[in-house]
């Protein structure tokens, strides 16, 4: 299947700072790729669906001046939390959804926020 | 609306038994895709298997089959000769044809017993 790549890892920042966290389709080209917010030994939550060229699609509560997607390139897409507050701290998973094997989507490794 | 709901929180199995994990989904399309993520320690998603709705035959990877029922919407997950490395969250995912979204279940954390 297709390779995703996150960065970073994991990142400690203070509050009232942005985040930027990158996800890269390191195989294929992705038009489409997804954010997920993951709280700890719960589901993923879908937040938005980042469109290559064009704005991102936001699932319903999720503020989309908080969680600003940008998906400039085929294998690229950003998530920047902006003023970051503690209640935003959690795990960031991005996907491809148009790489690979169809109707099959490929996960990054995730990304841990922790906001102090 | 489609759900995807997962009824064991978490199931425990001894190493070299067999496991089944229940998944069951609600849908009123007909044309849909079904998969079992795994997710271990580290947090990675894995894709276990996947199933298209329109074959019949159950789909198999290895130690890992399905069971789908779709009559009853019905998809569990068989573990086969679990090992030690098949301890982690498993999740049920569901998409419809017509879309790139996902529907997630809340995931069963399954421990492999030595």
């Known amino acids: 299947g297709a390779v995703v790549s996150q960065h970073p890892s994991w990142v400690i920042c203070k509050s009232g700072t942005s985040v930027k966290i990158e996800c890269r389709s390191l195989d294929f080209q992705a038009t489409t790729m997804f954010w997920y917010r993951q709280f700890p030994k719960q589901s993923l939550m879908l937040m938005a669906t980042s469109n290559e060229g064009s704005k991102a699609t936001y699932e319903q509560g999720v503020e989309k001046d908080k969680f600003l997607i940008n998906h400039a390139s085929l294998t690229l897409s950003t998530l920047t939390v902006t003023s970051a507050h503690p209640e935003d701290s959690s795990f960031y998973i991005c996907?491809?959804?148009?790489?690979?094997?169809?109707?099959?989507?490929?996960f990054g490794p995730g990304t841990r926020l922790l906001v102090l | 609306a489609q759900t995807v709901t997962q009824s064991q929180p978490e199931m425990s199995v001894q190493e070299a038994e067999t496991v089944t994990l229940s998944c069951t989904y609600d849908t009123s399309e007909n044309n849909y895709y079904l998969f079992w993520y795994k997710q271990p320690p580290s947090r990675q998603m894995i894709l276990v298997i996947r199933q298209e709705a329109y074959k019949q035959q159950n789909a198999t990877e290895n130690r890992f089959s399905v069971n789908f029922q779709k009559a009853a919407k019905s998809f569990s997950l068989k573990i086969s000769d679990s090992q030690l490395g098949d301890t982690a969250m498993y999740f049920c995912a569901f998409k419809v044809d017509s879309s790139y979204k996902l529907i997630f279940g809340s995931g069963t954390r399954l421990l492999v017993r030595p």
């Open positions: 996907s491809d959804g148009t790489s690979g094997a169809k109707e099959t989507q490929y």
